[in-house]
């Protein structure tokens, strides 16, 4: 992988819930393909470890998966080149690369936490944007995540009351955190789905306004996991393809533009980091 020379310090954007089925997978794969399409280096983490979903949707097969890395970390230390441990997603002239979740379960459960973070510390290095999918729960990894990352998207559904609970308790918590105002975007998905609780009244019990709203829309959703092509790639589109391209805009700061195959100028951000 020729491409990978200098050192960067790449943007980090963790994608969390505090229950489960909300949209993490998708909503990451789609924003690592928005970004990628959009000429960044980008590189897509699976620390959902025992339950990754990353490589189904998008349908690669990884030779090599997180805990080949640690392995060799274990034995090179940071000397290691993380970049050799991933899987490359490629659809028309877009490329980005998975870290995929270890294939045995318990070759999952023996990822240690420190160990997970040096591999996003390496990461940052060569890539421009490394974004983290992870499971829902306040684990020893996921806390550091939070803490290492640029970026936390913490996503929710209004369905249920105990899901909203669960939402208030996991905002709660990371507002006690402290971070930066800018640093937790609460996302809410699937918005029009039937529900019988408003979103306004979420927002009052949460205290804060979503930063941004992604529709419910089940067939497209499950079409693009069957073919394995997150919605943002597809042409013609769908509502929910522009509202994920939408929120990579506003994460970005700028306006993309509608084409796979067209040359797209770099962003500030390519300038600094490339
Ligand atoms: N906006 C949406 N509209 C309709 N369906 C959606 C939407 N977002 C996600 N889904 C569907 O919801 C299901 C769960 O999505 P996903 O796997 O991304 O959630 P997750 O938070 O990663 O779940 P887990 O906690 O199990 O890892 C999938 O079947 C997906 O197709
Ligand atoms: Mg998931």
Redesign the pocket.
């Known amino acids: 992988m020729g491409v990978f020379t200098q050192e960067i310090n790449g943007v980090v954007i963790t994608?969390f819930?505090t229950?489960?089925?909300?949209?993490?997978?998708?909503?990451?794969?789609n924003m690592a393909s928005e970004l990628a399409r959009q000429g960044k280096k980008v590189c897509l983490v699976d620390f959902?470890l025992q339950?990754?979903?990353v490589s189904n949707?998008l349908q690669l097969l990884p030779q090599r998966t997180a805990y080949d890395l640690q392995q060799a970390m274990n034995l090179q230390g940071n000397a290691v080149r993380a970049e050799e441990f991933l899987t490359p997603y490629e659809y028309h002239n877009v490329v980005f690369y998975v870290l995929a979740a270890p294939a045995k379960l318990e070759e999952a459960y023996n990822i240690d936490a420190d160990k997970a973070m040096d591999m996003v510390r390496q990461l940052q290095k060569v890539f421009d944007y490394v974004l983290v999918?992870t499971?829902?729960t306040f684990s020893k990894l996921n806390l550091a995540l939070l803490d290492l990352s640029t970026i936390v998207s913490f996503?929710g559904?209004v369905d249920f009351i105990p899901t909203i609970k669960n939402m208030k308790i996991g905002s709660e918590t990371l507002k006690k955190m402290n971070y930066d105002k800018n640093k937790i975007r609460l996302i809410l998905?699937?918005?029009n789905?039937k529900t019988r609780i408003s979103i306004e009244d979420v927002e009052n019990l949460l205290g804060e306004p979503f930063y941004h709203i992604?529709?419910?829309?089940?067939?497209?959703?499950?079409r693009?996991?069957k073919d394995g092509v997150p919605l943002v790639l597809r042409s013609g589109g769908s509502e929910?393809g522009e509202?994920l391209r939408d929120l990579v805009a506003r994460y970005t700061n700028r306006v993309y533009d509608d084409t796979v195959d067209e040359h797209v100028p770099e962003s500030w951000l390519a300038r600094i980091f490339g």
């Open positions: 994608f819930s229950a489960s089925a909300v949209g993490k997978t998708l909503i990451s794969t959902d339950f990754g979903d949707y999918d499971t829902s996503l559904i998905n699937r918005s789905a992604l529709p419910n829309d089940f067939q497209a959703a499950s693009s996991i929910l509202a």
